[in-house]
RNA sequence: UGUCCCAUGGUGUAGUGGUAGCACAUCUGAUUUUGGUUCAGCCAGCCUAGGUUCGAGUCCUGGUGGGACAACCA
């Protein structure tokens, strides 16, 4: 107890809103000072980032105050659910660091949630309506005006009864049937005119199979499934607060005892350049406009993670955006900043070239290899270095010269000296181009007293270019993966096809590269001409060692405004 | 012509009724063998009108603006 005071005090200035519930509850010794959350999802598709936020509220509260959280699948829809869905949700949240309490099934409770629903029938508050859905939804009325109730509204119970039994043996034809809550057709809550708690489905259910017929809808399966498994804070986006009062209203119905499960609604993430839509994220699946799920462009939790992104820099993401009721955009800037922040201590650092163009030291011996030490990361002395080829013949990115440059041009011109990283500096002497103007070749002349460690090496120099040695290198296929979208807000137009959002194809480059084995990063350029330092990521899943250059987390595109301003 | 939720710099978030902080973004400067990092700094905010109060971002009321709700989805 004294730890978890010690812990509110810490934190008292940056507690949210839910744990300043959850801290009211236990000081007011609500449900015996127990508490218990859930993570719902339903097995109908990939986990995303916006789960990852829920995931680290529900997760989190339990672990904060020692609770315990437990993953239950909502999977009262065997339409779209598949047991695909249910390992790649698992192998998410384990990846994001959380240990789940058990893993429950809300199609575990199927028999307890019907003897319920009899219950509410010999009640008399549940029904059996024989219309289609067009005649339910038009005497359900409108936010404004009030419904009309179904003729079959008062029924005898028996018949109800027995009509429900028949819902479930497979003589009712979907759409045929439904049982309906019987509360108030003039509700001003839409929610409460008389809802559909159970429908005819005939798919195979992932976990049951044919056992049922019929099967509870999310309101009715929801709250009950809580309070089954005790749990004491429901959390959920805020979409679910008009359905807050049927969620009390079944618990009412259903309860024996003083506990009773609450829930508290916190807003949904958005972010710009971004979809989070599970059903187009599932459209770009099936039509292949990604390579799948973990397409790295995918803003799926698979995806972000084969990017090059770390667990922690997700949940540095989501610790800056907060949990509050305001429904707002983050702008994507953040969760790259964090994802910088974090790869920056961590990432090795490699050197690449991706469009390389040729760079001939005259004054450089023939034949003659230097062996030269690269620092693996500035920021971490413990990872240690590694050494490179230096020859004559060099390839440094193309557009790290320039015949022509601007005063705040800092890297190579005739006449202005450079360094090559780890290595001289060098001054450029000149260059030959083809009938094209096109440059074949770039002459400089390096300073032998210059070598990184020599004294004259502190000489001061306003560039640092890096460099492949021409004959000592590793080609790798690379590929820049942008954003998926390129507008700001894709989910602004809704009536606009969202694919015609959709950034072109990745570029595909060849290029001389020398790596280590995981993420590095690396001095690159992007499809838009502006130069960026980024982090590479070597992709699991391909054998061939290809790149994935990770755009999005790439730094400040200061030399594209340079020449703006310049021009 | 309904019910519910929300409103603090460009963005996101803190603020027991008592000097409105923080982060991102932008911009400026310093350092730097990554135009990265780091450091310093600039710019910029309580939707509105009343009320309660010695004192309101905070409490109350009315506006205004935004969002949710009319699936046999979750």
């Given at each position: 107890m004294s730890e978890i005071n010690n812990i509110t005090e810490e934190n008292k200035k940056s507690l949210n809103f839910i744990e300043v519930i959850v801290e009211k509850d236990l000081?007011?010794?609500?449900?015996?000072?127990?508490?218990?959350?859930?993570?719902?999802?339903?097995?109908?598709?990939?986990?995303?980032?916006g789960h990852a936020k829920a995931i680290c509220i529900d997760f989190g509260i339990a672990q904060k105050y020692g609770g315990i959280c437990n993953l239950r699948f909502d999977d009262t829809n065997p339409v779209k659910e598949?047991?695909?869905?249910?390992?790649?949700?698992?192998?998410?949240?384990?990846?994001?660091?959380?240990?789940?309490?058990?893993?429950?099934?809300?199609?575990?409770?199927?028999?307890?949630?019907?003897?319920?629903?009899?219950?509410?029938?010999?009640?008399?508050?549940?029904?059996?309506?024989?219309?289609?859905?067009?005649?339910?939804?038009?005497?359900?009325?409108?936010?404004?005006?009030?419904?009309?109730?179904?003729?079959?509204?008062?029924?005898?119970?028996?018949?109800?009864?027995?009509?429900?039994?028949?819902?479930?043996?497979?003589?009712?034809?979907?759409?045929?049937?439904?049982?309906?809550?019987?509360?108030?057709?003039?509700?001003?809550n839409m929610h409460f005119r008389d809802p559909i708690i159970y429908r005819v489905i005939n798919h195979p259910?992932?976990?049951?199979?044919?056992?049922?017929?019929?099967?509870?809808?999310?309101?009715?399966?929801?709250?009950?499934?809580?309070?089954?498994?005790?749990?004491?804070?429901?959390?959920?986006?805020?979409?679910?607060?008009?359905?807050?009062?049927?969620?009390?209203?079944?618990?009412?119905?259903?309860?024996?005892?003083?506990?009773?499960?609450?829930?508290?609604?916190?807003?949904?993430?958005?972010?710009?350049?971004?979809?989070?839509?599970?059903?187009?994220?599932?459209?770009l699946v099936k039509e292949n406009l990604v390579t799948g799920w973990d397409d790295p462009r995918m803003p799926t939790i698979c995806g972000y993670r084969r990017r090059g992104y770390t667990p922690e820099s997700i949940h540095k993401f989501i610790d800056k955006i907060g949990y509050t009721k305001y429904d707002g955009v983050i702008?994507?800037?953040?969760?790259?900043?964090?994802?910088?922040?974090?790869?920056?201590?961590?990432?090795?650092?490699?050197?690449?070239?991706?469009?390389?163009?040729?760079?001939?030291?005259?004054?450089?011996?023939?034949?003659?290899?230097?062996?030269?030490?690269?620092?693996?990361?500035?920021?971490?002395?413990?990872?240690?270095?590694?050494?490179?080829?230096?020859?004559?013949?060099?390839?440094?990115?193309?557009?790290?010269?320039?015949?022509?440059?601007?005063?705040?041009?800092?890297?190579?011109?005739?006449?202005q000296e450079v360094r090559l990283k780890n290595a001289y500096i060098v001054k450029c002497t000149g260059c030959k181009k083809d009938e094209n103007g096109i440059i074949q070749e770039i002459y400089a002349e390096y300073d032998p007293m210059t070598r990184s460690g020599m004294p004259e090496s502190n000489r001061k120099v306003k560039g640092t270019l890096h460099w492949v040695s021409a004959e000592y290198n590793i080609q790798a296929e690379v590929r820049l993966y942008d954003r998926l979208f390129n507008v700001e807000n894709p989910n602004e137009d809704k009536d606009k096809d969202f694919r015609e959002l959709l950034n072109p194809d990745s570029l595909k480059v060849l290029t001389n590269c020398r790596m280590e084995k995981f993420v590095v990063t690396a001095k690159a350029y992007d499809n838009f001409q502006f130069q960026r330092l980024g982090y590479f990521n070597v992709d699991p899943d391909s054998k061939s060692g290809k790149l994935i250059f990770n755009r999005t987390v790439s730094l400040k595109d200061s030399w594209s405004k340079i020449v703006k301003n310049e021009n």
């Open positions: 000081a007011e010794g609500k449900n015996d000072r127990r508490i218990q959350t859930r993570f719902p999802p339903e097995p109908n598709g990939y986990l995303h980032i598949d047991v695909e869905y249910v390992d790649s949700i698992m192998e998410d949240i384990k990846w994001l660091g959380y240990e789940w309490g058990n893993v429950y099934y809300a199609s575990d409770y199927f028999p307890r949630l019907w003897d319920f629903a009899v219950e509410l029938i010999k009640k008399g508050k549940a029904y059996i309506d024989e219309q289609s859905a067009e005649e339910i939804a038009r005497q359900k009325g409108t936010p404004t005006q009030a419904g009309t109730e179904s003729p079959f509204r008062n029924r005898p119970v028996e018949e109800s009864l027995s009509l429900f039994q028949k819902m479930n043996t497979g003589e009712i034809e979907e759409g045929k049937m439904v049982l309906r809550a019987k509360i108030d057709m003039a509700s001003s259910h992932h976990r049951t199979g044919t056992t049922w017929k019929a099967y509870p809808m999310y309101d009715f399966a929801h709250g009950e499934s809580d309070y089954f498994e005790g749990v004491t804070h429901s959390i959920c986006t805020l979409e679910f607060v008009v359905h807050r009062p049927l969620y009390d209203w079944f618990i009412e119905e259903l309860r024996t005892d003083g506990y009773r499960p609450n829930q508290y609604e916190f807003n949904r993430l958005n972010l710009t350049y971004t979809v989070m839509s599970k059903r187009k994220l599932l459209q702008d994507v800037s953040l969760l790259e900043y964090a994802v910088r922040e974090d790869l920056n201590a961590k990432a090795p650092r490699i050197s690449a070239v991706l469009d390389p163009v040729k760079l001939i030291i005259t004054n450089y011996p023939e034949g003659k290899v230097e062996m030269m030490e690269a620092i693996n990361n500035p920021e971490d002395e413990s990872m240690g270095s590694h050494e490179i080829e230096f020859t004559k013949e060099l390839y440094i990115e193309r557009e790290d010269f320039m015949e022509d440059a601007p005063k705040k041009f800092f890297r190579m011109t005739p006449g």
